[in-house]
């Protein structure tokens, strides 16, 4: 945009029509003008100039009076002739024609125009001799076309009108010609024929067949031979392979010329047997890339508007594998004459100067001539303010009047120019030729152009103001160009605003005002993104725009460079393009483009379809043994997205027909894996290909593979053996599946023996089982025990012995040795002497034992409500903690033992007798004694005291005991649990807390043990609750829950009047 900005502001002066002015030729035909004789002549030739110019013709030097040819029409208000050739000879009016324009300012002229008839001459009468080769020589076909003009286009068909097969072996020359650089028995046919189409006529000549027959020297026999006349034969001794020899151009160098501005045309065409390949470099230099073309199977090479730098010499070499061959061709460049600097009209004021140049270049140098209204200037009436120095006619101190044309005409052996050039005398105050107020607008950051074109003679001198106030200067961000033009280099919205150019000269002033609106750019903020989509779903791609507000906008999408599918799947909506139901044919590149009258803005982004894969094919079985085979596929389409990877599956005809079963994965890569196979299987395989989108349908199944049976390779898994009565043993196992089974016949052998025996192993076979039992053996006894698999060929493998154990029965003996110690009023430990081993017939699960509160010790008649409490001790254990229990309360208890069928016999029952301790709450009529009100008003009242005297001692700095101790002497039941591992703190007493006086120790024979030695792994559980094998307390306890919780204090006894009095002293 910016160039043709430019071009117009360097552009030529224009003197405006309504003012006087010498002729200017605007339209000229061509100077070299060949004509179909079917149509009208018509040579071009308009002009302008005030007052409007006449026109003449001068044909081959001479004039040509047209008003004497009734053939020959001149086109009203111009120049132009019409020639009706028809009926007439053409040939009569070829020659050189020349346009004058004439006013009383000047006369100028044109181009000399050569007119030419165009010709298709017939070929001429001619008879092809028939060609008989030998296989493998190098043979031309000529053409010969006739001359026409323009020249002909050549091709060669054969009979049918079907255009001969060409290659690098057989290639059609620049002249037509048809070259074989070897022949094949297959290029003996008889109607090898040569046209010529000739473009202004449009007819076709055909030259007459050419026959060829290429013969196989080594296979012809005598009888063949006589048939043919050997010395007709086109060319010499038989040819075998050869190296490379050129058939054009001839010797080892040759030389071109051409014109600068043509087309370079360099040809080589090589014979030889293989066929040779042909190559190009130019010495010292690359070929030109852009300007460069290989035609003709690299026979031809071509350099478009060629330039002196294109000159040298060009290697053209050919090979083949017997050897290579070179020619150089010497390029010469010449030039026919082409512009440097035409000369341009001159505006001149009177008594101004001006100079006109000419300046050219060519090869060789061109000869430049002047010529004044048409007549060579040296015989033009003499001037003596002109002054001709070659190319250049300086006019000096002009005068009204002295207007005319000058033509410059540069001419070599290769061609002319001719150029026509005003000088016009005139006085004429500034006229702004511009359109007052016109309003230009640009976009930010782009160059502004505000034109003033203006007229005046003398030349105006124009300056510019802004809003009418600011003068602008020739310099940075404006330039101001020599025809008036106001650039501004990178126009901002501060830019915007009025503009008024002054046209000033010695005869007056002109101004005129032009606007500037600065618009913001039109740009894409969110542009399309790339998608990937599936077949058959949407694809949405977002356009979101920012563009100037006083810009109407109109986007646009397009698919891969070309308008939308006319789909009314292809929703279009303001900012975004939605593509619904994808398929295939929707791939590819979408642009949205945002345009606004001044600019545009465009995004693009692709969308792929991608599907899952089609379905492997052509499943091959290859290296097939009893144990593996090889299967290979061909995969499907991946449909854009790549396989991740193969799923081979199986099924097994034999044992399990319509199921099919994963066997092995491949990488996505791969179309082939070597599958392990087992015996005794109707093998048959598939394929399923993976993507992102999903697993393609299955292949087609392959052709069945049967291997043969073999012994089993494994044995059954989860073998085994328990006892359910006391006097049997279950041995179980899983079974093998068809598939493992290797072959017919599938039984099992089962062996078992005592274990420590070293006895011999027993066994039985069994079929269509998963257990056997064996009887009549002892009771809770390890057996060593094994299932090996068998079929009709063979045993599986030796199998590990494992350890089962024969059935249980319920215990013998009872425990031994009860003792109870008791601890505190709520805790009493238990001790027993374990059972022996033999006697708990069964797995140990532990001990279990039963106490219940008989009675008060304050009361003398049995309880009847109290419920039996129990505790289970897990694991082999002779110890276990009773908590929970009441105070002041007589207890009986037992203890048996437990393994998985039950619990054995009750041992001997045992009581004891739990000391004071808190009164039951139950006892509530106690409140209500005028002792007890009163013992409990001491209490307070001591109990203030004791607060008194630590807030003393406090404030002092002492220690308070009472604390530690209360921390040091919980009750067990409300233990805190640890921190560490979440079981509860171990109930400990020191010397300061022994039992105070007028509690009681047990007469019964049970032995109070200190509290330091509890543990509380000696606590049981009651209901289903559970200890460890460890001794780890897992349970809550069972049974009467305790009345008050609080009823234990620094000991776990309900103190006495005089025990509390004591504990202050």
Known sequence: MLLILLSRVTSALEVPLDLPQPPTITLQSPKDYIFDPRENIVIHCEAKGKPSPSFSWTRNGTHFDVEKDSKVLIKPGSGTLVIDISGEKAEAYEGTYQCTAHNEHGTAVSNNIVIRQSRSPLWSKERNEAITVQMGVSVVL?????????????????????????????????????????????????????????????????KQPISVTVLNMDTMNETVAALYNITEFYSGDPQGE????????????????????????????????????????????????????????MKTLKISDVNEADG????????????????????????APFWVSAPRNLVLAPNETGILTCRVSGEPKPKISWFVNGVPIENAPEDHTRKVEDDTVIL???????SAVYQCNASNEFGYLMANAFVSVLAEAPRVLTPPNRVYQVITNNPALLHCSSFGSPIPTITWFKDSQTSIKNGDPYVIHENGT?????????????????????????????????????????????????????????????????????????????ELPDDERFEVDIDSLTVKHVTDEDEGTYTCIM???????????????????????????TDQTDRSVQLSWIPGDEHNSPTQKFLIQYEDLLHQPGLWNNLTEVAGTGTTAQLKLSPFVYYSFR?????????????????????NPAAPDENPSDVQGVGTESDNLVISWTPLTGFQSNGPGLEYKVLWRQKDMDGEWSSKNVANVSRFIVTGIPTFVPFEIKVQAMNDYGSGPEPEPLIGYSGEDMPLSAPESVQVMVHNSTLAEVHWEPVSFPSVRGKLQGYKVYYQRERGLHETEKTTDEEEQVLTFSGNRSEGRLPGLQPYSLYILFITVVNSRGEGPQSPSKTFETPEGAVPSRQVDIATQGWFIGLMCAIALLILVLLIVCFIKRNKGGKY???????????????????????????SDTEDHKPLKGSRTPSNGTVRRDESDDSLVDYGEGGDGQFNEDGSFIGQYSGKKEKDTHEGNESSEAPSPVNAMNSFV
């Open 312 to 335: 040298g010499d060009y290697h053209c070499t050919a090979a083949n594998n017997l050897g290579t061959v070179h020619h150089i061709i010497k390029v010469t460049v010449k030039a």
């Open 242 to 297: 050869r190296r490379p020899g050129f058939m054009m151009p001839s010797g080892p160098t040759s030389t071109k010329m051409v014109l600068r501005g043509e087309t370079l045309e360099l040809e080589c065409i090589a014979e030889g047997l293989p066929t040779p390949e042909m190559s190009w470099q130019k010495d010292g230099g690359e070929l030109p890339d852009s300007r460069t073309s290989f035609q003709n199977f």
């Open 396 to 402: 000096s101190n002009v005068q009204s009047g002295s």
């Open 687 to 707: 394929v399923l290909a993976q993507n992102l989108v999903g697993h393609s349908n299955p292949s087609q199944p392959s052709r069945q593979y049967r291997t």
């Open 486 to 562: 106001l650039e501004i280099h990178v126009a901002q919205p501060l830019d915007s605003g009025k503009y008024t150019c002054i046209a000033t000269n010695n005869l007056g002033i002109k101004e005129n005002h032009v606007f500037l609106e600065v618009k913001v750019s039109t740009r894409i903020l969110k542009q399309p993104e790339y998608k990937v989509v599936q077949r058959g779903k949407s694809a949405v791609f977002e356009c979101k725009v920012k563009h100037d507000p006083s810009l109407i906008p109109t986007m646009t999408w397009l698919k891969d460079n070309g």
């Open 595 to 621: 345009n606004t009258t001044l600019d545009q803005d465009s995004a693009s982004a692709m969308l792929t379809v991608v599907e899952k894969p089609d379905a492997p094919t052509d499943l091959e079985l």
């Open 142 to 206: 000529q053409c010969r076309p006739p001359a026409g003009l323009p020249p002909p286009v050549i091709f060669w068909m054969d009979n049918n009108f079907q255009r001969l097969q060409l290659d690098k072996r057989v290639s059609q020359a620049l002249n037509g010609d048809l070259y074989f650089s070897n022949v094949l028995q297959e290029d003996t046919r008889s109607d090898y024929i040569c046209y010529a189409r000739f473009p202004h006529t449009q007819t076709i000549q055909q």
């Open 961 to 987: 005991p009472v604390k530690e101790k209360e921390d040091a002497h919980q009750d067990p039941e409300i233990q805190p649990m640890k921190e560490d591992d979440g079981t509860f703190g171990e109930y």
